[in-house]
């Protein structure tokens, strides 16, 4: 391990995206229910975040809730969103303490108008902050993603404010949810041993160093995060570039 000196963190990826996996398999391991490891999935939340801050992270991006989970269980999908309201009434006041701005993406129509409202609520009140931003991936699908901003990107050329041939990478990804402040990850950590990306971010992944873990989420801890961290200073990050050309 790094001495104090010369921490695993420093300095640390300015972006970090989570698909925080396992809450299920960690409730069934102990003979409980599937809902039990969405509940203590929380805690691994609340100390990856304040981990992540301490450690100079900019912006970190959860993958909270995809488009796929809404087919589980009804009961299961309900816990969920109860737990989601739980966090946004009773975490937001500690997270603008602490200077992070809230952003959320997804297909937010699908969620219930409470919901919604606790959202719109929780993006205003920590706008100005700049110490980190958390993203929250709700109902969120990339490929979705990729289809919206073709769509918007189509009903422009409609309407006459650009050709086809105006069209680039950097404004297709200027119709992405993460536009037009938050950089593409530099690194996507995946706990609980699955090795895939599971439709999360599928365009702003495209050079994030993959880390998986075997750690299921409710275990996962800052050691983790830092664990995770060092293992991404150890890749040799190209670009698609060749060894020495950049």
Known sequence: MPGPETP??????????????????????????RTAGHKKGVDAVRQV???AREMGVRYLTLYSFSTENWSRPDDEVSTLMQLLRFYLR???????????????????????????????????????????????????GGRQELVDAARRLAQAVERGELTPGDITADSFAGQ??????????????????????????????????????????????????????????RRDRRFGATVGSR
């Open 8 to 33: 695993a963190y420093t300095p640390p990826p300015t972006h970090i995206a989570i698909i925080m996996d396992g809450n299920g398999r960690w409730a069934t391991a102990r003979g409980l229910p």
């Open 49 to 51: 975040i304040e981990g």
């Open 90 to 140: 009773g975490e937001i006041a500690k997270l603008h303490k602490n200077g992070i701005r809230l952003r959320v993406i997804g297909e937010r129509a699908r969620l219930s108008a409470d919901i919604q409202a606790l959202i719109d609520h929780s993006e205003a009140v920590t706008a100005g902050n700049t110490d980190m931003t958390l993203v929250l991936a709700l109902s969120y």
């Open 176 to 233: 992405l949810s993460t536009a037009p402040d938050i950089p593409d990850p530099d690194l996507m950590i995946r706990t609980s041993g699955e090795k895939r990306i599971s439709n999360f971010l599928l365009w702003q992944l495209a050079y994030a160093e993959l880390v998986f873990v075997d750690t299921l989420w409710p275990d996962f801890t800052k050691r983790d995060l830092e664990a995770s961290i060092q293992e991404y200073h």
